[in-house]
């Protein structure tokens, strides 16, 4: 699954490497480096319109369009089973119309606790040389009773590979640069993509302390017996 995730890379990388066809000056306001992205957070997608590829503001966790409220909401949104897209009541009609791309360029992972130990280990995976890509992500459009819309998402995942599996039995679905125009574009919806990313893949255990939202700093990522 993925529950928390960062994004390092600066505002002129990310305009780059998802082909925004917006202007690279000035740059959004708020855009910086996270840490700690976390749910019910406004965060980062891009998605397409026409010809156009932009950054959008997003919440990440999907609001089902049957709410009144965002307090009706008694399941985690966050992510999106690859293997019951096509037949979900949430996730169907987003995966068949409303795709995006969630930057990122690692997630952290909280796996079963070892003998002797209570508190559940999490690690922090990302490619090499901490590459950027991107989740496969669904947006969805809500609005509230006063009329005000709001943007929300969430990330598909699927199998993992058998690399991280020991960690957890799912992994979200990855993307390539050379995916991202399949990923926004096709007519029908792109099943080919809903796989398992190879990799490679390198993942360390990392300070729990990632488990609080307050915290967003580079530290979260270092290795745990470097910050021991």
Known sequence: MC?????RIDWRRVHDLYGLTVPVEPAPEGIGARYNA???QKLPIIGENGDRRSLIASRWGMIPPWVAS???I???TINARAET?????LYGEPWRRRRCLVPAD?????SAPPAGEKQKPVHFIERP???PFAFAGLWSLWRDGDGNAIVSHAIVTTEAVPE???LHPRMPVVLDAADFDAWLRAETPPHALLRPHPGPWRFHRVDNRVGKVSEDDAGLTTALAAAS
Do not use: V
């Open 3 to 7: 529950g928390r995730y960062t994004i």
């Open 38 to 40: 976390a749910p019910g």
């Open 70 to 72: 965002l307090s009706e």
């Open 74 to 76: 008694k399941i985690s």
């Open 85 to 89: 897209l096509d037949g979900s009541r």
């Open 106 to 110: 690692g997630w952290y992972e909280w």
């Open 129 to 131: 040389e901490s590459r």
């Open 164 to 166: 991280l599996a020991p």
